[in-house]
């Protein structure tokens, strides 16, 4: 079973900052909080991870709570284009699976 | 930078067959992962293969199986197929052993009838 929670859905203008939260509260010391999301059936693309520090790449930021029971991906400027379902996972980086739950799905409106 | 790729994209067979699905690696990627996704689910992992040894299995019957090759593409086998099989099936590749960050292909999309 995934080990996080998500909202099923929620919805974003376009224009404006997605915030989507993960509740992950039985994480491990040793385990990273990994974020894909996925368009329209194709492949799940990678967006982003970290383990305690927040993060930021040209895709997305990552803000992961002190005590690491719950983070945040944003996506600064969201379009239309960021419709998708974001799934948010937590994994031991040496480990050989990644656990999917049900995702959120992101709906950027105009 | 070419990515993971997968043939066929596409794919409709009867209950009882078998088939076989392919992957190509992104370029210097040594690990294969492969995932299979039903509709309106999250991925579900199913193999991982490393230096043409298998690293990790999730939980599905033996009638699913794979191999890695030297150049490091992958297979998937699935015989006596079931209704239940058809869906997305996925593959991802990484650099190393342990996978840290994986990158998926396109998906098969497999529809048994």
């Known amino acids: 079973d995934a080990k996080t929670t998500q909202p099923p859905s929620m919805d974003c203008a376009e224009g404006r900052a997605a915030n989507l939260p993960c509740n992950h509260s039985?994480?491990?010391?040793?385990?990273?909080v990994y974020w894909y999301r996925q368009i329209h059936s194709q492949g799940p693309q990678y967006i982003i991870h970290?383990?305690?520090n927040n993060e930021t790449n040209e895709m997305a930021s990552l803000i992961i709570t002190e005590d690491r029971k719950s983070s945040t991906l944003i996506l600064p400027h969201a379009t239309l284009r960021d419709t998708a379902v974001y799934y948010c996972?937590?994994?031991?980086?040496?480990?050989?699976?990644?656990?999917f739950g049900a995702g959120t799905r992101l709906t950027v409106k105009p | 930078d070419a990515g993971v790729t997968q043939s066929p994209t596409h794919l409709i067979k009867t209950r009882g067959q078998q088939v076989t699905l392919r992957c190509s690696p992104i370029?210097?990627?040594?690990?294969v992962s492969w995932y299979q996704q039903v509709l309106g689910q999250g991925p579900q992992f199913i193999f991982q293969?490393?230096?043409?040894?298998?690293?990790g299995r999730g939980n599905f019957p033996d009638r699913f199986s794979a191999r890695q090759f030297p150049n490091y593409s992958s297979e998937l086998n699935v015989n006596a197929l079931l209704l239940g099989d058809s869906a997305l099936y996925l593959c991802?590749?990484?650099?190393?052993?342990?996978?840290?960050?994986?990158?998926f292909g396109p998906g098969t999309r497999l529809l048994v009838l």
């Open positions: 293969y490393y230096e043409k040894e298998e690293r």
């Open positions: 370029s210097g990627h040594k690990s």
């Open positions: 996972i937590v994994r031991v980086v040496f480990g050989n699976d990644m656990r």
């Open positions: 991802a590749s990484s650099v190393r052993d342990s996978p840290g960050t994986q990158y």
């Open positions: 039985t994480i491990s010391g040793n385990e990273y």
């Open positions: 970290g383990l305690k």
